[in-house]
């Protein structure tokens, strides 16, 4: 069990950008009411590539916030929970102890672990770092995502509570060095293929490069256009 800070932000255009973006969170002081797409009083700019039931809440570990401030130094966005667009922070659960299809109680509220982070270009704009969304890929720490199974209230310093483990085996970072490290190993892609807790975008990237035996072009994402 993990006590948490809650965090939630609007819409707003990026630094040095007009795009608009939902990156920035705040911590609140009060209960949310936490439905299938999300918190209360929380927005995404692009539901397109952001948001919607199997992206509905982001968790980003307070554990790295240390590790990012000592290889960048100072920046605003790291000197404080909320700087990656992280709904929930917490110390202690990270990508390598938390697997895809883990069920959390928080608060009245029942949520499933659906995948990791994408990174995308906005965090090169919200850091102010040219490549930030690269390294973040690179480091692996990414954060990731929840899926609501149980509609609720979540108050502030409400506890993460592990209640059930489907999956075990398929840490976050076992998927995350299957997808950007070992890239093609074909046993491992067949595996995530058929990880029906796992988000059905990312069984689509195994099942993708099984076809294909290519890997995905990253830039854009990444990068910007």
């Known amino acids: 069990m993990t006590s948490i800070t809650l965090l939630t932000g609007l819409a707003k255009p990026l630094p040095g950008s007009e795009a608009l973006s939902g990156i920035a969170k705040a911590p609140v002081e009060r209960p949310l009411r936490l ?34 401030r000592t290889e960048l130094g100072f920046l605003p966005a790291l000197q404080r929970a909320g700087g990656f667009g ?12 938390v697997a895809v299809g883990d069920i959390f ?24 770092v040219l490549d930030m969304a690269r390294r973040v890929q690179h480091t692996g ?11 609720g209230t979540v108050e502030p310093q409400d ?16 998927l995350w060095h299957a997808l950007y490290v070992d890239r093609l190993n074909r046993q491992e892609l067949t595996g995530i293929a058929a990880l029906d807790v796992l988000a059905e975008g990312w069984r689509k990237y195994a099942t993708r490069r099984l076809d294909s035996g290519k890997v995905e072009d990253w830039n854009r994402r990444l990068d910007g256009s």
């Open 159 to 174: 506890r993460l509570d592990l209640i059930d483990r489907l999956a075990p085996d398929w840490t976050l970072h076992r």
């Open 105 to 128: 109680r928080l608060g009245t509220a029942l949520i499933q672990v659906s995948q990791g982070r994408q990174p995308c270009w906005k965090l090169n704009r919200r850091f102010e």
């Open 86 to 97: 992280e709904n929930i922070s917490a110390t202690g659960p990270t990508e390598a102890s």
């Open 141 to 151: 720490r990414t954060g990731w995502y929840y899926r609501v199974l149980q509609p």
């Open 35 to 68: 439905g299938r797409n999300g918190f209360e009083g929380d927005e995404q700019a692009d539901r397109r590539v952001h948001g919607g039931p199997e992206k509905a809440v982001h968790h980003y570990p307070f554990d790295h916030y240390p590790v990012w």
